[in-house]
C-alpha cells in the first residue's frame, strides 16, 4: 500500500506539465536571431546566448545609455551647484547674500539672467537645522532646492504677497519644534537650497533705492526654537522648551554689479565631479529612487569614491558629449508644435503645455475661479531639459495665467524666416501698441554659446521701458515699438531701439513682460516675428 502511494506520487509533477505537440517550434516572436544589425553594429548569438564581443558591446551600450540619462536628468542639479560654486567663487559663503545694486550685466555668466531688475541670490546651508531667510517688500522671487525643484515662492506670488516676511526653512529629516506662527514655514528635502530675488526699479529709472530695500530687510540667521513663534502656555504644559529672543547677527552682503562670474553648469568632466559632491553631501533619499538608480550604476554611490576607470571614463565622456549634443538641439531648435505660443510662430513657451513641473498644463483661469486640467500622469522630458539647458529658476509664478502678478516670458531661436540669428546682420522686431503689462516689458539677447546675456560694449543688452540702464524705447506715432539688433546703431533709430550685436556670434532673444495683462493670454495681442532689415 505504502509502495503504491510513492508511485502515484512520483507521476503527479509530469501529469501537471503542458505537453507540446510533437515537431512544434518556438515563436519567432520570442527569439533573438544568431546575426543582428544594428545601429550600434551587429551582434551576434548562438542559440540565444550572446557572443563574447556582442556581451562587451552591449555592457559599453548599457553603460553609455546610465550616463546619457544621468546628463539629461540632473542637469539641474549641477545647475544649482555651478550657482553655488560661482557665489562661491565671488567670497559668498553661505547664509551670506549678493546683491546687484546696479543690475547684472553680461559680465556674469548667469542662464538667462535679465538686465532690468535688482536681484538679490543666495545659498541656505540647512544641515546644522532650521534657516530663516526675512525678505523685503515689493519682491519677487522663489526658493528651490538642490535638485532644482521647487519650495516655495518668495514675495509678491508667495505667502506674504509682496508685504515682506519670514521664512523658515526646515531641513530633512528634522523632527525638532517648530513655531506655532510668525513664520511661512518651508519643508525641503535638500540640506542646500538656493533661493532668487528681483525687485524693481523706482520710477523705472533707479536701482538705488531698491537695493538700498533689500540690504535693510534682508536678513538670513539660524532658527532657534522657543523663540518667537512659540506660546509660552507651550512650555508651561511641557510640550515646548523657550528659546532667547535675542536680535539675529548681521546678514552679510555682497557687491555683484559688474564682477565676473560663472554659474553655467559645465559640460565636460567636470559635470560629473559636481554630480558626485552633489550625492555625497545630500541625504541618499533626497532624489527618487530611479533616477539616484543611474546615477549609481555609473559609480556615483554615497559613501564611496567616484573612480570609473579607463573604460569607463572613455564611455562617461562620449555619453557627455552626445547628452549636451541633444539638450543643445532640444533647447535651440524645438520640434515640438505646442510649444510655440502662436500659429507660424517663433516666439516659444511651453510652460503653458508642462506646467512648472513639466506634467499638467496651467490651471485655467475663469470668472469662478483657477481651473485645474487632470494630471496628464507624464513627465514631459524633452521640456524639462529645454528648461534646465537655458534657464535658471523654476516656479509655479513663472507658469500662471493671473494678470498682474509674477512675469511671463517668451523665447525666440530664429527670425521669420526660421533662420538662426546672425551676429552681423541687422534685425528688428515690432511690438504693437498696448503692449500688456502692469510693470513693464524688456527684450534681452543671450549668446547661444553661454546662454547668458551677450557681451557688447553696451554692456547691458537689453531694450525695453525703463530708462536705465539705457534709454526707454520710443515708440512711433501708431504707437507700435520697433526695436532693431545690430552691429552698429541704425541711422535714424533711438539709442533706446537698439541691442548691438556682435559679428561672428550667435544670438537668440527672450521677451519679458512683468505683470502680464489679459491681451497676452487671450493672445489678442501679438509681436511681430523679427525680420531680417536689408
Known amino acids: 500500500m505504502v509502495k503504491r502511494l510513492f508511485r502515484s506520487l512520483a507521476v503527479l509533477p509530469l501529469l501537471a506539465l503542458p505537453?507540446?505537440?510533437?515537431?512544434?517550434?518556438?515563436?519567432?516572436?520570442?527569439?533573438?536571431?544568431?546575426?543582428?544589425?544594428?545601429?550600434?553594429?551587429?551582434?551576434?548569438?548562438?542559440?540565444?546566448?550572446?557572443?563574447?564581443?556582442?556581451?562587451?558591446?552591449?555592457?559599453?551600450?548599457?553603460?553609455?545609455?546610465?550616463?546619457?540619462?544621468?546628463?539629461?536628468?540632473?542637469?539641474?542639479?549641477?545647475?544649482?551647484?555651478?550657482?553655488?560654486?560661482?557665489?562661491?567663487?565671488?567670497?559668498?559663503?553661505?547664509?551670506?547674500?549678493?546683491?546687484?545694486?546696479?543690475?547684472?550685466?553680461?559680465?556674469?555668466?548667469?542662464?538667462?539672467?535679465?538686465?532690468?531688475?535688482?536681484?538679490?541670490?543666495?545659498?541656505?546651508?540647512?544641515?546644522?537645522?532650521?534657516?530663516?531667510?526675512?525678505?523685503?517688500?515689493?519682491?519677487?522671487?522663489?526658493?528651490?532646492?538642490?535638485?532644482?525643484?521647487?519650495?516655495?515662492?518668495?514675495?509678491?506670488?508667495?505667502?506674504?504677497?509682496?508685504?515682506?516676511?519670514?521664512?523658515?526653512?526646515?531641513?530633512?529629516?528634522?523632527?525638532?519644534?517648530?513655531?506655532?506662527?510668525?513664520?511661512?514655514?518651508?519643508?525641503?528635502?535638500?540640506?542646500?537650497?538656493?533661493?532668487?530675488?528681483?525687485?524693481?526699479?523706482?520710477?523705472?529709472?533707479?536701482?538705488?533705492?531698491?537695493?538700498?530695500?533689500?540690504?535693510?530687510?534682508?536678513?538670513?540667521?539660524?532658527?532657534?526654537?522657543?523663540?518667537?513663534?512659540?506660546?509660552?502656555?507651550?512650555?508651561?504644559?511641557?510640550?515646548?522648551?523657550?528659546?532667547?529672543?535675542?536680535?539675529?547677527?548681521?546678514?552679510?552682503?555682497?557687491?555683484?554689479?559688474?564682477?565676473?562670474?560663472?554659474?553655467?553648469?559645465?559640460?565636460?568632466?567636470?559635470?560629473?565631479?559636481?554630480?558626485?559632491?552633489?550625492?555625497?553631501?545630500?541625504?541618499?533619499?533626497?532624489?527618487?529612487?530611479?533616477?539616484?538608480?543611474?546615477?549609481?550604476?555609473?559609480?556615483?554611490?554615497?559613501?564611496?569614491?567616484?573612480?570609473?576607470?579607463?573604460?569607463?571614463?572613455?564611455?562617461?565622456?562620449?555619453?557627455?558629449a552626445v547628452a549636451n549634443a541633444a539638450s543643445r538641439t532640444l533647447f535651440m531648435s524645438p520640434r515640438d508644435s505646442s510649444w510655440y505660443y502662436y500659429p507660424n510662430s517663433s516666439w516659444f513657451n511651453y510652460l503653458f503645455q508642462t506646467g512648472y513641473q513639466f506634467e499638467t498644463p496651467i490651471p485655467m483661469i475663469t470668472k469662478e475661479g483657477a481651473k485645474p486640467f487632470p494630471p496628464t500622469g507624464y513627465r514631459t522630458l524633452d521640456a524639462r531639459t529645454n528648461f534646465f539647458y537655458g534657464i535658471t529658476g523654476i516656479t509655479p509664478g513663472m507658469a500662471m495665467r493671473l494678470t498682474g502678478i509674477g512675469s511671463q516670458y517668451l523665447l525666440a531661436m530664429t527670425d521669420a524666416n526660421r533662420q538662426y540669428f546672425d551676429g552681423s546682420k541687422t534685425y528688428k522686431v515690432t511690438l504693437p501698441k498696448g503692449i500688456p503689462e502692469a510693470n513693464f516689458w524688456s527684450l534681452t539677447l543671450y549668446d547661444n554659446q553661454s546662454r547668458s546675456m551677450l557681451q557688447t560694449p553696451q554692456r547691458y543688452p537689453r531694450a525695453g521701458s525703463q530708462s536705465y540702464p539705457s534709454p526707454a524705447a520710443e515708440a512711433g506715432p501708431d504707437g507700435s515699438t520697433t526695436v532693431y539688433f545690430a552691429p552698429k546703431q541704425p541711422a535714424g533709430v533711438p539709442r533706446g531701439n537698439w541691442i548691438q550685436t556682435m559679428p561672428g556670434k550667435g544670438w537668440f532673444i527672450i521677451l519679458r513682460l512683468y505683470s502680464p495683462l489679459e491681451p497676452f493670454f487671450d493672445k489678442s495681442w501679438r509681436p511681430s516675428e523679427i525680420e531680417p532689415v536689408r
Open 19 to 320: 505537453r507540446l505537440a510533437a515537431g512544434q517550434t518556438i515563436p519567432a516572436s520570442i527569439t533573438t536571431p544568431d546575426r543582428v544589425q544594428t545601429s550600434v553594429g551587429r551582434l551576434e548569438f548562438k542559440d540565444g546566448v550572446p557572443g563574447k564581443a556582442t556581451a562587451q558591446k552591449m555592457y559599453d551600450q548599457i553603460d553609455f545609455a546610465h550616463a546619457y540619462n544621468v546628463f539629461m536628468n540632473t542637469m539641474d542639479g549641477v545647475s544649482i551647484a555651478a550657482i553655488h560654486k560661482g557665489l562661491q567663487s565671488m567670497g559668498v559663503k553661505d547664509n551670506e547674500v549678493i546683491v546687484f545694486s546696479d543690475l547684472m550685466d553680461s559680465n556674469s555668466l548667469f542662464l538667462t539672467a535679465n538686465a532690468d531688475t535688482v536681484y538679490a541670490i543666495g545659498v541656505l546651508d540647512l544641515s546644522k537645522g532650521p534657516m530663516v531667510l526675512e525678505t523685503p517688500p515689493r519682491f519677487l522671487g522663489a526658493i528651490d532646492d538642490q535638485w532644482f525643484r521647487w519650495v516655495i515662492d518668495l514675495g509678491a506670488p508667495g505667502p506674504d504677497r509682496g508685504e515682506g516676511g519670514k521664512y523658515l526653512l526646515v531641513p530633512p529629516g528634522y523632527e525638532g519644534e517648530l513655531p506655532q506662527g510668525g513664520f511661512f514655514v518651508a519643508h525641503a528635502r535638500t540640506n542646500t537650497v538656493a533661493w532668487f530675488g528681483r525687485s524693481f526699479l523706482e520710477n523705472r529709472n533707479d536701482p538705488k533705492p531698491a537695493a538700498e530695500t533689500i540690504r535693510k530687510f534682508t536678513k538670513v540667521y539660524p532658527y532657534e526654537a522657543g523663540g518667537v513663534g512659540t506660546p509660552i502656555a507651550e512650555f508651561l504644559a511641557g510640550k515646548a522648551r523657550l528659546g532667547r529672543i535675542t536680535p539675529p547677527p548681521p546678514t552679510v552682503f555682497h557687491e555683484g554689479s559688474g564682477k565676473v562670474m560663472n554659474t553655467v553648469p559645465p559640460n565636460d568632466w567636470t559635470f560629473f565631479q559636481m554630480l558626485n559632491e552633489i550625492v555625497q553631501e545630500e541625504p541618499a533619499t533626497s532624489l527618487d529612487a530611479e533616477r539616484m538608480g543611474s546615477i549609481a550604476a555609473i559609480g556615483i554611490v554615497k559613501g564611496k569614491p567616484f573612480a570609473p576607470d579607463a573604460r569607463m571614463q572613455r564611455i562617461l565622456t562620449d555619453a557627455l
